[in-house]
């Protein structure tokens, strides 16, 4: 039987492709993701008659019989090349080969506020004309877990607490995250999501490196 924390570990590899190697997919897969996601708002707001709907699909099932020629088996994991660059490219959030994920750009400033503007399409709708508020928690969760990685203490969200303030447009957005405090293992971080007009999803996360992890660089600080 799989055992879902050696299975996790498979999926963190160092490939030590070179920075060009990694650039020259950016340039090539970035753009193909861009597309894909136009593609998803155009499915969904797409006014043109049947025999256009149909042709449509057949040109997306051709484009994905091309894509799927030759692919991996499954998810993408996390890849790092030979300077260190690290690749989550099928992160949900801000990876840049998923077509799902927003996009966040995310930074960090040197005093630990992470921070993105972004924008979120039709596609994540909940409420009419709002944003989804599972939406709103993939962001934050993203935004917090990074802050926890600038503030060195990096980990597996533990619990995430929202409180939706007020409801979330759709369209130009702000997220940001400051590291709160360290609990033992566990790492505080706060955050938010705004508008032009001010706060309308308020976030607590608590990250925490896996025992396993912990145990691993415990190991390797002795050795
Ligand atoms: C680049 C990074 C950005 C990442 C952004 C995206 C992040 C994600 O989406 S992560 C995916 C969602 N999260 C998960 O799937 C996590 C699933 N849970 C787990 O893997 C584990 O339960 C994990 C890692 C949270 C804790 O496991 P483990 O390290 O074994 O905990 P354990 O040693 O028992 O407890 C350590 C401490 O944490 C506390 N704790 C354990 N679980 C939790 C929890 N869920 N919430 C809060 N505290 C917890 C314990 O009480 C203990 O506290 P104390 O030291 O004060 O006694």
Known sequence: MSDPITDQRLLYIHDQLSDEDI????????PLTDSVRQLIAA??????????????????????????????????????????WKRGWGNAADGVRNAVAPPLTIQTDPDG??????????QYEGPAGLTHGGVSALILDQVLGDCAVAAGSPGMTGTLTLRYRKPTPLGDLHAE????RMDG????????????????????????????????AAASTAG
């Open 185 to 216: 293992v566990k790492a505080i971080v706060k955050g938010h999501i705004a508008d032009a007009a001010g706060i309308c999803v308020e976030a607590e996360g608590i990250f925490i490196l896996p025992r396993w992890a912990r145990e691993a």
């Open 113 to 122: 506020r992470t921070w993105t503007d972004f924008h979120l399409g039709p």
């Open 177 to 180: 995250a400051r590291f709160d």
């Open 43 to 84: 499915t969904l707001q797409t006014e043109v008659g049947e025999p256009d709907v149909r042709r449509a699909k057949a040109l997306v099932e051709e484009a994905a019989a091309i894509l799927q020629e030759r692919a991996i088996p499954g998810p993408y994991g996390v890849r790092w090349g030979a300077s260190g």
């Open 23 to 30: 650039q020259r997919e950016v340039d090539l897969y970035g």
